[in-house]
């Protein structure tokens, strides 16, 4: 049985169960325990707060985890990334008042700055040759410099809102952060191997999937060169012979956010009948 590392509640837990459902992993639908089977497939899920997850895949308490890289990059655990899982995407970044004249990084010269992240902190400082006082809050570090406790934060970014009702303005972006999926440093045994070899292809299959519509639709044969050349297709379309030999179906994959963009010109190409299709999963 893989036992594997989730956060038990905040901004990772919904999008991680909801991976792992349609990786078709099945789990009680009531969480009672800390360490929960899957219903349908080997593994087990411990739920921890995302602090304590590197630390678990370090030690072997779990055998893999999934975390945000930023945990991962602070914890500074023998961990390595296995699989980029592409959600809960943000920044760390460096923010100061907004009514506050910014000349560049060396304004944090001498200065107060909250964060919870203070290794990635020490570290990007270092790199610049600033000498900063690193004031370590955990949780609501926004509100420090408008209290007086810092002069600058530290922090997740994600959309800037909280920044913005803050007064505050993101100066310097130091890392991107995504949700990962990690392992420990150590040779796994075979039987776990093959399962994680097998949750990572049904992660990649669900990822491959996402933003992708499938296209059909119906074309006069003298228009099929340029339909064809319309579609930003993964390969090329697939084209099948309809009863009137005149006309013929046309399949495709499009991402999503293109759709209406070549929807519009595939109907002015002579299309008709467009059809759009989600698709569940990709298997290369
Ligand atoms: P815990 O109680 O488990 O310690 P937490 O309060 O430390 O939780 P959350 O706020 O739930 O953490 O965030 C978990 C992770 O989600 C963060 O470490 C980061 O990777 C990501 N994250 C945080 N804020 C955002 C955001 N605004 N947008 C996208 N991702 C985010
Ligand atoms: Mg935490």
């Not at 952060?177 to 992660?203: H, M, T, W, Y």
């Amino acid at each position: 049985m893989l036992r594997i590392a989730v956060q038990s509640k905040g901004r990772l837990y919904d999008e991680t169960m909801e991976l792992l459902a349609q990786a078709g992993i099945k789990f009680p639908a009531v969480k009672r325990t800390l360490l929960v089977p899957s219903r349908n497939f080997p593994v087990e899920i411990l739920y921890l707060r995302d602090d304590d997850i590197p630390d678990s895949v370090a030690t072997g308490t779990a055998d893999v985890g999934i975390v945000g890289m930023n945990e991962v990059l602070e914890k500074c655990q023998r961990v390595k990334v296995l699989h980029q899982l592409g959600y809960s995407r943000c920044r760390l970044s460096l923010a100061i008042p907004r009514d506050v004249a910014y000349d560049g990084v060396k304004w944090f010269e001498g200065k107060k700055i909250a964060t919870s992240y203070p290794r990635i902190l020490k570290d990007f400082l270092m790199r610049n040759g600033i000498n900063a006082d690193i004031h370590v809050i955990n949780g609501s570090v926004e509100i420090a410099p408008g209290i007086g406790l810092a002069d600058g934060i530290f922090d997740i970014v994600s959309s800037g809102g909280t920044l913005v009702s803050n007064n505050l303005v993101e100066v310097e972006k130091v890392v991107d952060s995504q949700a990962v999926l990690i392992g420990g440093d150590c040779q796994l045994p075979d039987e776990k191997q093959k399962v994680l070899n097998e949750l990572i292809f049904r992660f990649k299959a669900v990822k491959d999937a996402d933003g992708k519509k499938y296209l059909l639709m119906n074309v006069p044969r003298e228009k099929l060169d340029e339909v064809v050349a319309i579609l930003p297709g993964i390969k090329s379309p697939t084209i099948l012979p309809l009863a009137d030999e005149n006309w013929c179906s046309v399949h495709s994959v499009i991402e999503e956010a293109n759709f209406w963009d070549v929807a519009t010109r595939l109907k002015e190409a002579g299309a008709e009948g467009i059809l759009v299709l989600d698709i569940m999963k990709m298997v290369p």
